[in-house]
């Protein structure tokens, strides 16, 4: 890197790059647009942009991308929301109590956020629940919880059959596993044990006992 003589960056302790050097060449190369490292009407830069969006491949100029989730929000008594908006400084009688919600915030936000690299990716996390906006984030959501209600509807249909034992087998799963749930895995059932064939083995008893009885009265 080199201070330029005479430059309006040539202060005291700031150092700039020398448009016309190779460091700014080799800057040049990863731009997509003009910068002070490229060629521009007025500036002293003499490079072209190395990385202009039409020299990029389809899946470049779409990736990375971030998507979108609605997560249930702490701050909101687990309503489900996504990207909540930073709270008031005034709101708050300190300023410790607005760094600390406004860094919660922050981080909640955070969680409801990923980055794909590719469609793969994209798919992926697609299937786990996340949208391209916020608004789809909620939207999908909230078809996730209609779904939910209309099988516990159709489970509460189903159950009105059910004897005084299978509901408590039920109710018992239920209470050991929180949150809904629609369906009830099968219970594993007991193989039942095979029929042994007992015919040789009282056969033997008998002939037994007749060969004690001819002993006796031999």
């Not at 521009?40 to 100029?61: L, M």
């Not at 039942?192 to 007992?198: A, G, I």
């Amino acid at each position: 890197m080199q201070i330029v003589p005479g430059s309006e960056d040539d202060v005291p302790g700031q150092v700039s790059i020398n448009p016309r050097g190779e460091e700014a060449r080799e800057r040049a190369k990863w731009e997509q647009f003009d910068t002070e490292y490229t060629r521009r009407v007025g500036i002293t830069g003499h490079f072209k942009p190395g990385n202009p969006p039409e020299s990029r491949s389809e899946n470049q100029k779409r990736y990375p991308k971030m998507l979108y989730i609605a997560l249930p929000s702490p701050l909101h008594n687990g309503q489900h929301k996504c990207m909540i908006e930073e709270p008031a400084h005034w709101q708050f009688p300190n300023e410790d109590a607005y760094m600390r919600a406004r860094d919660a915030v922050q981080h909640f936000n955070l969680a409801c956020t990923i980055i794909v690299g590719n469609a793969a990716e994209e798919e992926m996390q697609k299937n786990r629940g996340y949208r391209e906006s916020v608004a789809g984030a909620l939207e999908m959501y909230q078809e996730k919880r209609m779904e939910k209600f209309i099988e516990a509807g159709h489970s509460e249909w189903d159950d009105r059959n059910l004897g005084e034992k299978a509901k408590a087998e039920k109710q018992a799963y239920q209470d050991a596993n929180p949150g809904h749930q629609p369906e009830i895995p099968a219970q594993p059932v007991r193989p039942l044990r095979e029929k042994r064939d007992w015919s040789a083995a009282v056969a033997k008893r008998k002939a037994t006992i007749e060969a004690k009885k001819k002993a006796a009265s031999a």
